[in-house]
């Protein structure tokens, strides 16, 4: 098996950031496991290939970028949480892809749940300084992937911040990014009469956790957020929501 048999559709949903030093060897992955890691590596072939398929939760994944391969080129990244922009001189970086068993599953929540645990136990190795969610070009400090992530694993809200980037337009609103790869939409969230920028964010979270609960918005709807009060939602064109606190 090489890179060659691997189906196209099997694109990276994330990536780990590692200072050029501290990328991980083939062997330092082989390793985890006996360290205590929770994955197993499925296959690994000639280190000089610079990849091994892992398993999590009896789910298969691709890891390529290990330091005795090519090297990974830095991913699309537009935003950052609790850590630079990393520049590509110093930066290496290490994918995780679906196994081709998931082609077409890799927006599912149960899936991305499996990453999000491979991703933290992977980061350990190294370690890794961040972890990025590529369909969002989002990238977030390790600690604040798992602080956000792991109450969601244990059964609490969606951890909007590790998975949708969030970007402020010129007249204030909110634009989200990368939660379109997880119910097909994007929103724009306006403020309500009052004007008031600083809820903002936190309504967006919320609404982040109603629209992934409730899915897509195919007719005008009202969500009633817990805390931050009701928000109008309107389909624009089947991919994005109009949505204006009340």
């Not at 590596?41 to 390529?64: I, K, M």
Request: glycine letters at 10%; one cysteine or more.
């Amino acid at each position: 098996m090489d890179a060659s048999d691997r189906s196209a559709d099997c694109a990276p949903v994330a990536a780990l950031l590692h200072e050029a030093e501290g990328l991980p060897a083939l062997k330092d992955i082989l390793l985890g496991p006996e360290q205590g890691l929770q994955y197993f590596v499925s296959h690994a072939p000639e280190a000089t290939e610079g990849w091994a398929e892992v398993l999590s939760n009896g789910l298969t994944f691709d890891l390529r970028g290990l330091r005795e391969g090519q090297a990974i080129s830095a991913p699309d990244i537009a935003s950052a949480v609790g850590l630079a922009l990393p520049g590509p001189a110093q930066s290496r970086w290490l994918t995780v892809a679906p196994g081709p068993h998931l082609a077409g599953a890799e927006h599912l929540l149960p899936v991305i749940r499996v990453v999000s645990t491979l991703l933290m136990e992977l980061a350990k190795v190294g370690p890794a300084k961040g972890i990025a969610w590529l369909p969002a070009r989002l990238i977030i400090k390790t600690e604040l992937f798992e602080r956000a992530v792991r109450p969601w694993l244990e059964g609490g809200a969606f951890p909007a911040p590790a998975f949708v980037a969030m970007h402020r337009e010129t007249d204030g609103s909110l634009r989200t990014e990368g939660l379109n790869f997880l119910i097909g939409q994007e929103f724009l969230l306006r403020p309500g009469a009052s004007g008031d920028l600083k809820q903002l964010p936190f309504v967006a979270l919320r609404l982040v956790d109603w629209l992934i609960a409730n899915g897509p918005v195919m007719e005008s709807a009202r969500a009633v957020l817990a805390g931050t009060g009701a928000v109008s939602l309107e389909a624009q064109g089947g991919e994005r929501i109009l949505a204006r606190c009340d």
